[in-house]
């Protein structure tokens, strides 16, 4: 049976969380940008007119988060008052309980995705370390285990670039992710994951070490001005590999984008490069490589205003001992993230995808901040 004390303590959550959220300005928005989707040329501007309409979801999604934690509050404080009047059980009490405290702590988790970019979908990017096969195979399994996340969050992926390994796995993969704050939840898992294993391609079976890097950048709209210098891009062409065709070996349908700037986190002369194989249309592919160079010039911006925040990555570290964010240690079954202690015995599970507990330790971290 819970305490008093507990359901104090969870509705004095729930009211922060209203005050946080500033719940009533949110209600008198709502109504302000439903009105503007009622108006008879609403449509005639398909892209502005989406642009509306994600803001208009967004804000129903904070409003109905609250009204869940609302209502499970109030059906905790009835179930006690319930209970004092041996109308229900202590079964129930704690029941409403959990209900309400699990309504209270994904509504806190999400309040911590209140950043512009944390809306966005995201572009997620693995490469393998070095290592040859070993390291292959490990950038493979990551790009399942992501892939299996999105399946289960209801998240769209589309494999953008795909080169495959010299004998098992691959060599590098980006893939687009598209669903609800893609890029808030997606962006813990920027930076170097290390596997532990008897390795397979080994024939003496001995343990191995293989690592490889995860980056992950929010996928922009034509909502968000980004300047591209026209001066600094260089394109070249090429024959896609892998599924799709004659088609894809004989036109020069992939394109590479080279971008040359001047990085605004070092203040050096810099270079981008950017694969795109998505399609057999090559400039509906050159248009997809320019959004996602615009992807990484607003990430830069952002790490820039984030470069008072210790805790948040500015850069990518080499690929090697000591700068991983997470082991996973098949044989000793344990997966460990370094930067909030958070571990697990159940690999398989996270192998398949279940990786919430890891993004929310991270996102915790942040919690007084």
């Known amino acids: 049976m819970i305490t008093i004390e507990q359901q104090k303590d969870l509705q004095e959550r729930a009211d922060k969380l209203k005050n946080y959220l500033q719940i009533d300005d949110k209600r008198m928005q709502l109504a302000e940008e439903e009105l503007r989707t009622q108006a008879p040329d609403f449509w005639e501007d398909a892209k502005a007119a989406e642009t509306q309409m994600r803001k208009v979801k967004q804000l129903k999604a904070w409003i109905d988060g609250y009204e869940g934690v609302r209502s499970a509050t109030e059906e905790l404080a009835l179930s006690i008052e319930y209970f004092k009047e041996g109308i229900c059980g202590e079964e129930e009490v704690d029941n409403a309980y959990s209900n ?4 209270v702590e994904a509504l806190e988790m999400k309040n911590m995705l209140s950043h512009e970019e944390d809306q966005m979908p995201a572009v997620l990017k693995i490469v393998a370390g070095a290592g040859g096969t070993e390291a292959q195979d490990w950038a493979e399994q990551l790009m399942r285990m992501y892939q299996r996340y999105c399946e289960k969050h209801g998240y769209k992926t589309t494999i953008t670039n795909l080169q495959d390994g010299d004998e098992a796995g691959i060599k590098t993969v980006s893939f687009t992710v598209e669903g609800d704050m893609a890029y808030g939840y997606l962006k813990s898992e920027n930076g170097v994951h290390r596997l532990v294993r008897v390795s397979p391609y080994n024939a003496q079976g001995k343990r191995m070490t293989s690592f490889a890097s995860v980056f992950v950048v929010p996928l922009i709209d034509d909502s968000i001005e980004i300047e591209v210098n026209p001066a600094g891009l260089s394109w070249d062409t090429f024959r896609s590999s892998g599924a799709g065709g004659q088609n894809v070996n004989k036109v020069e349908s992939g394109v590479r984008l080279h971008y040359k700037f001047k990085n605004p986190l ?4 810099d270079e981008i490069v950017i694969e795109n194989t998505e399609t057999r249309d090559q400039p509906k592919n050159r248009e997809n490589a ?15 205003r984030r470069q008072a925040q210790a805790k948040v990555e500015a850069g990518k570290k080499k690929i090697e001992w000591g700068s991983q964010i997470r082991s996973y240690v098949f044989d000793d079954r344990r997966v460990k993230d370094h930067r909030t202690g958070y571990q697990t015995s159940n690999v398989n599970a996270v192998m398949d995808g279940d990786i919430d507990e890891f993004i929310k330790a991270y996102l915790m971290m942040f919690q007084d901040e």
């Open 290 to 304: 320019l959004r996602h160079l615009r992807s990484q010039l607003y990430e830069l911006e952002l790490e820039k």
């Open 100 to 103: 309400a405290l699990r309504e």
């Open 266 to 269: 070092t203040g050096l002369d």
